[in-house]
């Protein structure tokens, strides 16, 4: 019992790591309707700049700050140079511009920064009373669950989260209405962008970063936010804590590390089949 | 019409020609690429044709690679023999993914084939089936030689060989893509709802176009394994499975021509790349892709034909 | 008179030649050496791809010092991205078009798998490949090729010989990659422990794609186990090694030789967190303190300075990278003007205890007509919290 308990909770840990990077996914859907598939990357190149902020003497919180900062600015100017340009073609189209990004992103990293791990700082104490997960981890679910209080409030509540939800939606109408579209999507990227940069941060000090940190975790974050529903921020974030728990089950007591991955992906997709948008997703009813 | 068939023809002799004018290295990646370039057109058939999104073929192109494998070194089973059983194997297996992904749509869709193309690796790397993949060593295959002491050296023949294949492929493509099924299956990509009231009969046409799908990229992977000789479970990575989306988006969605173009595409510009960046080759690589995107938004086959429709009208 | 002396001067200078013979196979001339090399600079191992940078950084500097017999080594590497075919077609590129004189150090098991037989059929010398599987030592079946490194099932029998000497009654857990690698290093531990392989009450396994082995290190601990053997690349080790440290686990703690770095992985583990570990090594650690001061390690920095300053200075595959470059160094002095292909095996099956200074003080290369495996001997060494202490005698090789 000990032993399950154990791994429920390393599950929730490594879940939270999952649940930070859906969320940036899911932001950048309801921005653009598209799913960035080099969000990953971007998260750790943020997280890159920010050890060379802390290498250069910068204190944590500032340097925290800092990054976030320049990730919404990165975030803004890849989607004026890069994706703008290709908005109008098609989706395959956009989505191998991703693909491109991505590559780029961790090709550059490598070569800047070379592929030595390096070890990221935590703002967390070190010292633990609880020994099934350490400090940083339980401060990484917190930290992830206020980014996620603080979408849902601007989203629900704001009104230019209102405005952002409408541009995705329905740019037509919402052009109509005055919304300036283009600085909607603009400032969508940016969100995301700055939302990996924390998921970024907070995933290095468990994980060490090296260029390749966020491969693993972006198959895991899409899976995680497509079962909560692709358009729920909450949904992503539950998604992730439940893809965490069920692949370190799974691994330990069902079917062994081997196929853990694939049994895991399995039986997202068997959700998916009895529940096409996911947990909490809106279902999309399309008038023919 | 005509000038397309003479065209065709020309292409046809300068194919045959190229590897007595070529070094065998180079007659070695030719063969590559007309590899790609039956995986493509079979994941043309299911992306750009009938519009169904597949993030994971690899995983398709990784069996019928194992299937050649097993047969030529468990069974002696000659190497032409093991293509239509890749072939069978595959239709069989991507019809059978395809019927529960009927539910799926879009984003979903590409999640399930995602994780068909991460699990595949774990698959052929699983202990309990090491006896017939080879586990993590890998099967090595040997090299089929000319039969008949015909006058040609091994890499020759197996690219007529391979250039024998993707032509009947490619016709048998062609033929399916602009008849019945074809129109029926960019009906449902357009609009699924209509294209059924009209008498479509969308489950059907759709699981069959992953099986087809599922058959070329098999039969591409059969080829691919004989050729490079030798197969293991992470040379089949989710990487491959991009690379072949990155291919026939290149290359041109919905368009026959463009497997080719994409074929020649994830071929030979890596290699380019390696040769301007030892430092970060993916970048370039990368900086390839979005220029393409940028200047051929509808890929190489689209701007081909955007060329020619252009010089026609005066 | 004088056409006898003529006629003398002629057959002299006819004879000459012959005492000076030079021969040589493609890829070799009276100028340059051509070696060629694939390695991973991207995809998943691009890890890895420091080996072939600090390795061409070290022709560089040989090239700078006047060459090798007064030939310049021109170190042609293409990229493979770890993917086998890609190495096939890099292979046959370099041998076919590039044509150079012979492979070296070509990384990767799968990679070398794919072009083992090419290599032995087409006789181009696959020299000193970049991996620690045991096939690579088979002179008699496969004469072209040869490794270099110490290899990984002998190095997990020394753990499984010592775990039965030291702790006879010990419960053993073992975390590995599910690669060929990994499998490798367990076959080793399995043979080696032999009849008391049941010794073993938990395997466990990782994939490269996985972001943390968490949960492994769980399950291990779970499975009350005294001895931990962690066979893990780098970024895992440290995992593994922290996680092991927090939740309390302190089993006696076997660490494979690829990630023993004191920079590179114990400080990000936590050194504190490391104290114990024990592992074998051959080459000296580029940020172990005891040779701070050590000669060859200072020119190992000055080089790595001047010749390669984006590589990584706490990095030991930039360590690797330059005393397997001495090594081929060595065997193309011994080689002379005789640069035929065969030649080059021969002399490389001919090493006769040569020292090359980045190797720990004991630990030298030899080879021979039946023994294709040039660093066997190495040596245990337990980690203080500061640097790792040798033990015990040198072991294997002659």
Known sequence: MDAFLHQVLAGLATGGIYASLALALVMIYQATHLVNFAQGEMAMFATYLAWSLLNAGVPYWPAFLLTIGIAFVGGILIERVVVRPVESSPVLAIVVVFIALLVILNSVAGWIYTYTLKSFPSPFPQQAAFKYMSPHEIGAIGITLVVLAALYVFFRFTPLGLAMRAAAQNPESARLVGIRVGWMLALGWGLAAAIGAVAGMMVAPIVYLDPNMMGGVLLYAFAAALVGGIDSPGGAVLGGFLVGVLENVLGAFVIGNELKLSVALVLIVGVLLVRPSGFFGRVHVTRV | MKRNIFLIFLLLAVACALPFLVSNYRTFQLTLVLVYAIALLGLNILTGYSGQISLGHGAFYALGAYCAAILMDKAGVPYWATLPAAGAVCFVAGFLFGLPALRLEGLYLALATFALGVAMPQLLKYHHLEKWTGGVQGIVIPKPEAPLGLPVNADQWLYFFTLFV??????????????????????????????????????????????????????????????????????????????????????????????????????????????????APWAVFGIFMIGFVYLMPTGVAGAVRLLLARRRTP | MKLRFLIGLLAASLAHPVLAQKKYDPGASDTEIRIGNTNPYSGPASAYGTIGKSIAAYFKMVNDQGGINGRKINFISYDDGYSPPRTVEMARKLVEQDQVLFMFQTLGTPSNTAIHKYMNMKKVPQMMVATGATKWNDPKGNPWTMGWQPNYQGEAQIYAQHIIKSKPDAKIAVLYQNDDYGKDYLKGLHDGLGAKKSMIVKEVSYEVSDPTVDSQIVQLAASGADVFVNITTPKF????????????????????????????VLTPAGLEKSVGLLTVAYLKEPNDKQFENDAAMTQWREFMKKYYPDGSLIDNLNVYGYSVGQTIAQVLKQCGDNLTRENVMRQAANIKRYRVDTLLPGVLVDTGADDFAPIESVQLQRFNGKEWIRFGEVMGGR
Do not use: C
């Open chain 3, 237 to 264: 080790a440290a995992q593994a090694i922290r996680k092991a440290y927090d939740i309390g686990w302190k089993p006696v703690q076997y660490l494979n030789n690829v990630s023993i770095g004191v920079g590179s």
């Open chain 2, 166 to 279: 993707t032509l009947v492929m490619f016709v048998l493509g062609w033929n399916l893509l602009r008849g019945r099924v074809g129109r029926a299956l960019t009906a449902i990509r357009d609009h699924a709802i209509a294209a059924e009231a009209m008498g479509v009969h969308n489950a059907l046409y759709k699981s069959t176009a992953f099986g087809v799908s599922a058959l070329y990229t098999g039969v591409a992977g059969a080829l691919g394994a004989i050729a490079v000789q030798f197969v293991a479970p992470d040379s089949f990575n989710i990487f491959l499975s991009i690379v072949f989306l990155v291919g026939i988006v290149v290359g041109g969605l919905a368009s026959i021509s463009g497997a080719l173009y994409g074929a020649l595409f994830i071929q030979f510009v890596p290699n380019i790349a390696d040769e301007i960046s030892k430092a």
